[in-house]
């Protein structure tokens, strides 16, 4: 089991920047992808990034994609998202997840959730 527990989100405006934490703990293993989604009021669960724990591979949603960064701390079993130039359809609840197998932007192929964090970008 991976309990996972994400912190770093608020209120902020439009071109602020802000980061986000995913603290792992329980089994947790080197070749795990560690992922970032987020879901909107009224829409479906979306990829915004992922990275293996080892860096050796990153993928990215287009949306985010030069604006946000993904990135992990081995040592902490933490990842972060570093989210700058907030845009307002950027509000979501974003969630960490880990896939224990394949990077993949799928959802319904991560095993295992945190309960997600609220970041509202006003305009």
């Known amino acids: 089991q991976v309990q996972l527990e994400e912190s770093g989100g608020g209120l902020v405006q439009a071109g602020d920047s802000l980061r986000l934490s995913c603290a792992a703990s329980?089994?947790?293993?080197?070749?795990?992808?560690m992922g970032w989604f987020r879901q909107a009021p009224g829409k479906e669960r979306e990829f915004v990034a992922a990275?293996?724990?080892?860096?050796?591979?990153?993928d990215y949603a287009d949306s985010v994609k030069d604006r946000f960064t993904i990135s992990t701390d081995n040592a902490k079993n933490t990842v972060y998202l570093q989210m700058n130039s907030l845009k307002p359809e950027d509000t979501a609840v974003y969630y960490c997840?880990?896939?224990?197998?394949?990077?993949?932007?799928?959802?319904?192929?991560?095993?295992?959730w945190g309960q997600g964090i609220q970041v509202t970008v006003s305009s």
């Open positions: 329980g089994r947790t293993f080197s070749s795990y992808i």
């Open positions: 990275m293996s724990k080892s860096g050796g591979n990153r």
């Open positions: 997840a880990v896939n224990k197998y394949a990077l993949t932007r799928s959802p319904n192929l991560y095993h295992y």
